[in-house]
């Protein structure tokens, strides 16, 4: 091979590089591939970044360990993102590695993959985006990394085989339908750290049996724990201002629950069909208790009040919130029951006893 040819071949190669080291700090983007993974160049300030890309010919199989930095015509590029679907729909991916380096999994990621048993999350991440994990079937366990601050929209729905999953105190959104239909979930632990629980977050959770909702709390919201048919015991605290509407519905094995003093509205549904709930006690703090709150509640016995004046039942029970109070016990404060008696919707209970 003469010098010539040698030459122009390395400054070919320069070239090459060159052009490459552009993209990366541009607009632009390239893609390639390096140990079997498939890479896009992204757009930063620092340059040499690229997210783990879509596969478009065949899929990831096996088991997957993503590197931190990856090589490619002799630049060293960090391994930033998890791209939308890269992994979608692969279902004889087992498991993967996420390194430290990536500080998103972006949306869809994994859904799809129902052969996934294991996934670890790099300490990185900061986000899980919405359906990340979504139809995961076959993922028994999760551990959420300390790094991350929202948990998205459906990110983990219909993971049946899910038992266990661990929030850390670093989260502090669990967005709409974060787990719902996560058929054998037994337990989770939410942190302090969350302020807000989304829309049917756990609904549809079978195997839950219990929750201990944080005291930084302030809303529970529509059906977050619907249809959590083994769910037992729930501890409200007393942060809790509204309990949404349809929030425990369908909890049929929910049995007495405290609503704390700081409730003011108990909303549409809230308890309906929560056939194995034997009393509950209403605060002095509640305004409303909306339509069917307590409907279908069949074993609903005793309900303890603490106002020393029966308030207007018309404007605190709306439509079906307290069916069947005829058969109910109401206990009230002591000195109070001869008020009570005589006062509309409050004489419709079956027995009047103080407290």
Not at 14 to 35: H, M, N, P, Q, W
Not at 156 to 183: G, H, M, Q, R
Not at 217 to 237: M, N
């Amino acid at each position: 091979m003469n010098k010539n040819f040698c030459k122009r071949l390395h400054f070919l190669y320069e070239d090459v590089r060159f052009l490459i080291r552009y993209i990366c700090k541009s607009r632009f983007s390239c893609t390639f591939t390096a140990g079997g993974i498939r890479y896009s160049t992204v757009n930063s300030h620092t340059g040499h970044e690229v997210e783990v890309a879509y596969k478009e010919e065949g899929e990831y199989v096996g088991d997957i360990v993503i590197p931190s930095t990856v090589t490619y015509f002799g630049i060293t590029c960090r391994v930033k993102y998890l791209g939308g679907d890269v992994f979608a729909d692969c279902r004889s991916l087992t498991s993967v590695v996420i390194p430290d380096s990536v500080t998103e999994i972006r949306e869809e990621a994994f859904t799809g993959c129902r052969g996934l048993t294991s996934v670890s999350i790099g300490h990185s991440v900061t986000r899980i985006a919405k359906r990340a994990f979504r139809d995961c079937t076959s993922l028994a366990s999760v551990v959420i990394p300390d790094s991350v601050t929202i948990i998205g929209w459906e990110a983990f729905a219909n993971c049946a085989s899910l038992t266990s999953v661990v929030i850390p105190d670093s989260v502090k959104e669990i967005e709409w339908k974060a787990f719902a239909d996560c058929k054998a979930l037994a337990s989770v632990s939410i942190p302090n750290s969350v302020t807000s629980i989304g829309e049917e977050a756990f609904t549809d959770c079978s195997s839950l049996t219990s929750v201990a909702i944080p005291d930084s709390i302030t809303i529970i919201e529509y059906r977050a724990f619907a249809d959590c048919t083994s769910l037992a015991s729930v501890s409200i605290p007393d942060s809790v201002g509204i309990i949404g509407w349809g929030v425990f519905a369908g909890c049929t094995s929910l049995v007495p629950v405290s609503i704390p003093d700081s409730v003011r509205l108990i909303g549409w549904d809230a308890f309906r069909d929560c056939s194995s709930l034997t009393s509950i006690r209403i605060p002095r703090s509640t305004r409303t208790v909306g339509d069917d709150a307590f409907s279908g509640c069949t074993s609903l016995r005793d309900v303890f009040v603490v106002w020393p004046k029966p308030p207007d039942a018309d404007e605190l029970f709306q439509k079906r919130a307290l069916p069947f109070r005829s058969k109910m016990t109401l206990h009230v404060p002591a000195g109070t029951s001869a008020l009570y008696r005589v006062a509309d919707g409050w004489n419709s209970f079956g027995t009047i006893v103080e407290e």
